[in-house]
Each structure stands twice: as C-alpha cells, then as structure tokens.
C-alpha cells in the first residue's frame, strides 16, 4: 500500500512506502528520520535519535553481522544523511555490558558509567568515523530491530507532570511503560532493558522528564507507532484543556503591532548591550499568540522560576528564563508616558539581569564538583516581557532561533502539564549535571571554532552591486550576519539570496513563525532620506537586535552636460548621497551605538579623486574629499565606543555601477584608447581597466575583491586601534599618497 503526506491532527504523517521501497536498509533509516524531523510536534531541532540494526557483511571476515546504526552526535533528524549516523558491532557494544558490571564504581553518573563512552570507538564497525551519541545504549540494548526516541511537546507535558508515571498507564495503556528520570547513557540503557526483560510486550516507554522512546521490528511500523504515541498524547491534553484559564488566565495583554514596535526599537539596543557584557549575542525576537499567552499569564512568573525539563531544552535556555514583572499597560498614552513607562522597563531589566546572574552562581557554586567545566556566561539566553513576548539570544542567530525555538516548546510542555497536573522541572542538580557533565564539555569542544565575525551584525549599504556586493559576500564568509541593503530592493534581496544559498539560513525550519531568518536579509534603503534609514535600522534590530558595523558603498558619479558644466541640480544630487547620505547613515546610528554600548566600526567609502585633482568631475571629486573630511570629524565625534574609517578606491570598472557604458565608451573616446564600439560591455571595460591599471606602480586592475579585502580588515578587530584614517586601494597612484 502506498502512502501519502497525510495529516493527523496533531502530527503529520509523511512516509511514502513507493519511496522508502526503493532504499536500502541504512537509506530506509536516513528516510525514516527525514520523515520524523521534518515536524517540530515531533522532536527538537538537532534533538531525538533512531537506529536500525542492520545484517551487513564484515569488510574484513565478508560474514553477515549486526550492526547498529545510529544518528551521531551533533546530527538533526531533518536534514540526516548516512554519513551523519554512527555504526557499531552490535556483539561489541553489548559485550561492555558486563565489562562495566564488572566496574568496582559502577551506577549512574558514576566516572564508570561516563568512561564507557569512551569504549564506543571500540565498537565502530567499518571505520566510521562518526563519534556516537551518548544515547548510543538506549538504543543498542533494546532487543527490537529499530527504535525510535523524540521529543514532542506532548508526551514531554505527560513525563514532566507530578502524575506522570499515572497518566502513562491512563492514556496508553499496558503497551507503554514508563521510567523515571535518569540522565542519558549506560545506566539509562541498562534500566531499560531491564524494563523490557521484565515485560517483553511493551512497545515504547515514556521517559520521565525526558521524552518517548519507542520500538518495533518492522521500521514503517516504528514510524507509525512514534506519531500514534504523540497523537494519543496530545488529544488527552487537549481533552484537559483550559481553555481561558490557561496559565491561570490573562494578567496583561499584549501591546499591539504599533507600540510594541516603538518599544523594541528603542530598548532592543540597549537590552543587548546589557546581555553582551561576557560575550556578544545575537537576538531572536518571538510574540506568537502561544508565547504571548504564557508570558502575560498569572502563571508565567511561578513557572518561569522553575525552569525546563527536558536536557534538550535547558542546555539551550538555560535553568531558567528571566521573566520581567512590568505592566505593558503603562506604555501608553504621550510620549512622556511611555518614556516613563520604557524606562521603569529598563530599571526592572537592570534589576533582573542582577539578580539572575548572582543566581546563576549561586546554582553553579552549590551544584560543581571538583572537576566541572567553568561557569559559563551568567547571562540569561532567554527574556519575558509581558505585553512584548520572549527575547531570545545566542552567540548567533541559529542558536538564537533555536533557544527561542526550544522555549517555545517548554512552554508548550507546561501547558500540557498543567492541564493534566501540574509541572514539575528537573531538580537544580540534576539540571547542573546535564549542563555542565564532561561529555556534553567534550562535545562543545569538538565543534568547530566561531568565525571571526560569527556574533556580527553588519549593515552594508550599497550591497546590491560593485563593491558593496563584494563586502558583503566577504563579510559572510567570516560568519557575520548581514543586512544587504541598497536604494535597488530587489538586487539587494539578490545578494541576500546568494548568501542564503551558500551559508544556509542557519538551524531551525522556515514556517515555525519566529521572526528573524538566517544570516543575511535584504532590505531597500535611500541614505538621502532619514525615514529610510531608520526603516532599515528597524528590520536589522527585528532580525537580530542590534548593530555592530556599517559599511557603505554607495555612490553616485554624474558626469558634466556637453558644455563641461554640472547643474545645480547635479551638484546637489551629487553631495546628497556621496557626503550627506553618509552622514545621515551615522548620525541615525548614532543613538543605537550609544544604547548598546558595544564597541563599533563605520568604514564609509571615499575615492582617491578626494586628493587628486582633475578635469570633468568636479562635483564627484569635491564630494568626496568632503567625505574624507567627514570621516575624520566622525571619528573625533564618535570616539572611543566607535571607529570610523574610509577605502578609497580608484577606477573600479568591473561590476561598478559608476561605470555604465556610455561612461566608459566616453573615457575610452577621452585616452584615445581604440576599441570596436560593438564590442560586448566587459570587452569595453576590460580595456579600460588595463589602462587605468598601468598607470598605477603595481601595474594591476583594481577589483570589488580588493575594495572588500580592504573594507574587512578596517571593518574588523584586526584594525581595532585604527580610526580616522583613510586606505587608499589604488594599485599605487603615486598622486594619491596622503600629504
């Protein structure tokens, strides 16, 4: 029988016995996870696992053995491929079973039971070189050929209700078992095989506080039964609902679209500053009625306080949120009201983040042992404010987005457990050694590091073509997010796109209703026009609540009419965007900087025609020694939280829009320069290009790349002390050098 997309009412249904018919057995579990990630009711963003034990042949002996395959450390179910699942000898990994039985110190959280993670390379069957998941027993030591363990928000409410072991046997019956918390690894396989030694019919078993981990010989059937589980879960929870007096019922109501805007924008900069004090973060904004509902809860201060249940969540959320007691209904009324109103916000803010941080010590002070990791960041990844929603943060927007994601998900749990009981999170230490254990340490570790722009925001006007597009292409690659904006929207988007394509749109799935994206949006800007400006400074906080740098290319050349002259019109349209735009670019900044608080970096674009005298483009080469000069006035202005530098190009054709081909045809006509008028545009500039070039020392075509390379490093921490300058990228025109 063939099967297509189907939906339940609480899960969606998506194998298709046609396809998986035609994989192999390692293909049908690759299909089979694909399938289960693709729906976030299902399991967490990078969380939950599956396995198939598989008959293959031994590369060394060529006689059939059992293998294990099981998604590694470190992979997501959404986007698994084969090479992101571990494979291990079966008869291998069960004979460390009495190897550690046989352990003096043996027992969970034992440095028994941690050590034998590091047995599990012994086991690897045909040199795999992906490192198995510490969830590698769970699976192994369940006799069913293929399993099936996630973490949906439904059966999770059942494992962190008070009446959870009860509400197991009410809602699934004698086909489902149960057992209590233990962290993952050795001991938890083992209590499990246990479980299934002692009742061989049992088909799954709600882990409590934890999740679902469920079995079955056939992998279409274990597929099945995992959505039939969290169906059957949710509609028991939706047969409790309560309706309006859900979380106790409403306390606040939101501030609507308009204010509450008004409010982000002015306290999103300042709030970042203050979470970025250790370390910079990048923030996803979440006001879905689903959150709402919860954070303007008569509840959502108690439940807050007790924090997340399920390792997956709090090792991304934290212990705990900070949930912020301000009444939204003060933000009202004359702009004196609400300044009043934002600012008894940020004092209630400045409060909190003092008191969650002297918290966060005192949990990790009476919860280390002797060899723990270091504290890490004391600040929260996650705040509540009603009337607002949740501000999430992380080291970049992936993680941000998945930390909003995963509170999303907790909030859901306490939902769902409130309606059939009432929530209950993991004990402080409990919680302590799923954060700080030494395996989770290791797995941190063996991450890649951070790129060094990685926690970045930078805004590149100008991004829709030449230059510009060129930064912002060599921005991303560092890691930064950016915000390629240009007064050309759609070549803007364009670039944006580009970036996506290459570096993804970071982890969490599109539709889940977070706001935000990935690491580069588009966005359409005119530097000549203030209210443009501050549209874009809007979408880049709402995107990710900050800036740290802005770059900006754009500029306009106009050439004389046929009499030699520039019109007053031209004149102006010329300083408006060269030296103003510029100018009104910075100085809209200027507040945003001051809030954050962070160290920042300008690198505005001048020309080396702003020292260089010449005849027929009086109007641009004015402007731009106007805008070497404002560069140094900023700087000044600025100083010390903000460094303002400029490149000065010289004869960018390629990709430049200053270089049109009426343009470069006249500059041709100008040198004397033969060319076929029918020749293709690049023919056209190419010629002009070697001409320019060997008029420089180093003989070379001046490029958008070399521009980047040069806005990059005046853009980074490499030039962390430099401010107030001007780098010429000119190939060496020896009229340029700065007197």
């Not at 003989?699 to 962390?720: C, G, H, M, V, W």
């Amino acid at each position: 029988m063939s099967t297509t997309a189907q939906s339940l009412k609480h899960v969606h249904r998506h194998w298709n016995d046609d396809e998986a018919a035609k994989l192999s057995p390692a293909e049908r579990l690759v299909y089979r996870s694909n399938c289960l990630g693709k729906d976030q009711r299902i399991t967490n963003t990078g969380g939950g696992n599956t396995s198939s034990k598989i008959m293959v042949a031994d590369p060394l002996t060529g006689q059939e053995t059992d293998v294990l395959w099981v998604k590694g450390s470190g992979g997501d179910l959404r986007t698994a491929k084969v090479e992101n699942f571990a494979s291990l000898y079966m008869n291998k990994l069960l004979g460390l079973i009495p190897h550690y039985q046989s352990q003096p110190d043996n027992g969970p959280k034992t440095p028994a039971e941690d050590d034998m993670v590091g047995y599990f390379p012994h086991c690897t069957f045909n040199l795999n070189p992906r490192a198995s998941s510490i969830d590698t027993p769970l699976h192994g030591f369940l006799p069913a050929r293929h399993v099936d363990h996630m973490h949906p928000n439904s059966v999770i409410a059942i494992a962190a209700c008070d009446r959870s072991k009860e509400l197991t046997q009410e809602i699934f019956g004698d086909e489902i078992g149960w057992v209590p918390w233990l962290r993952p690894g050795f001991e938890l396989g083992l209590m499990m095989k246990r479980e299934i030694d002692a009742n061989p019919n049992l088909k799954g078993l709600v882990m409590g506080q934890h999740g679902v981990i469920n079995w079955a010989d056939d992998d279409r059937e274990c597929y099945d039964m995992t959505l039939s589980l969290i169906e059957k879960a949710a509609e028991f929870i939706e047969s409790k609902d309560k309706g309006e007096q859900t979380f106790g019922g409403q306390k606040h109501t939101n501030l609507g679209a308009e204010p509450q805007e008004q409010l982000l924008v002015q306290l999103l900069p300042w709030l970042r500053g203050q979470v970025s004090q250790q370390n910079k973060f990048v923030g996803t904004i979440e006001t879905r009625e689903s959150i709402t509902r919860f954070v303007n809860s008569h509840d959502a201060e108690r439940l807050a306080e007790l924090g997340t249940s399920c390792p997956d969540h709090f090792l991304r959320t934290k212990i705990k949120p900070l949930y912020v007691d301000w009444d939204p209904t003060t933000f009202s009324g004359a702009e004196e009201a609400q300044q009043a109103s934002l600012e008894d916000l940020k004092s209630k803010l400045t409060s909190g983040l003092e008191q969650y941080r002297k918290d966060y010590c005192a949990y990790y002070e009476a919860c280390k042992h002797d060899n723990s990791p270091a504290m890490r960041d004391p600040n929260p990844t996650v705040i509540l404010i009603p009337g607002v929603g949740m501000i999430a943060w992380g080291k970049d927007k992936s993680e941000s987005r998945v930390t909003a994601e995963f509170y999303t998900c907790a909030v859901e749990v306490m939902r769902g457990a409130e309606a059939m009981g009432n929530y209950i999170a993991l004990p402080k230490q409990e919680a302590f050694d799923i954060e700080y254990w030494l395996l989770e340490e290791a797995k941190l570790k063996r991450k890649p590091p951070e790129k060094e722009m990685s926690r970045d925001i930078i805004v590149v006007i100008g991004a829709g073509n030449g230059i510009g597009k060129e930064v912002a292409h060599r921005l991303a690659k560092e890691g930064a997010h950016v915000v390629c904006s240009d007064l050309n929207e759609a070549a803007a988007q364009t670039t944006a796109d580009e970036l996506t394509s290459i570096y993804g749109v970071g982890v969490g799935v599109a539709g889940t209703g977070i706001s935000g994206c990935g690491r580069a949006i588009g966005a359409g800007v005119d530097i000549t026009c203030r209210d443009s400006i501050q549209d874009l400074i809007k979408q880049t906080l709402w995107a990710y609540g900050g800036v740290d740098r802005v770059i900006v290319t754009a500029g306009v050349f106009v050439a004389p009419g046929s009499d030699g002259k520039v019109s007053d019109e031209q004149w102006q349209f010329t300083f408006d965007v060269n030296v103003r735009g510029s100018y009104n670019v910075v100085d809209e900044l200027r507040d945003l900087f001051a809030k954050q608080g962070l160290p920042a970096a300008v690198v505005l674009t001048t020309s080396v025609n702003g020292v260089v005298s010449k005849k027929g483009s009086v109007a641009y080469d004015t402007s731009k020694a106007a805008a070497n000069h404002l560069v140094r006035e900023l700087a000044i202005e600025l100083a010390p939280l903000v460094r303002v530098n400029a490149v000065a190009p010289a004869t960018v054709v390629a990709g430049s829009t200053m270089f049109p081909r009426d343009r470069v045809i006249a500059s041709l006509t100008k040198y004397d320069i033969p060319f076929d008028e029918s020749g293709s545009e690049d023919d056209l500039r190419n010629l002009l290009a070697e001409f320019y070039a060997q008029r420089t020392l180093t003989k070379q075509s001046i490029t958008p790349a070399d521009q980047a390379e040069a806005i990059y490093f005046l853009a980074s921490n490499r030039s962390s002390k430099t401010t107030g300058q001007i780098l010429n990228v000119d190939g060496g025109l020896h009229e340029a050098f700065q007197r």
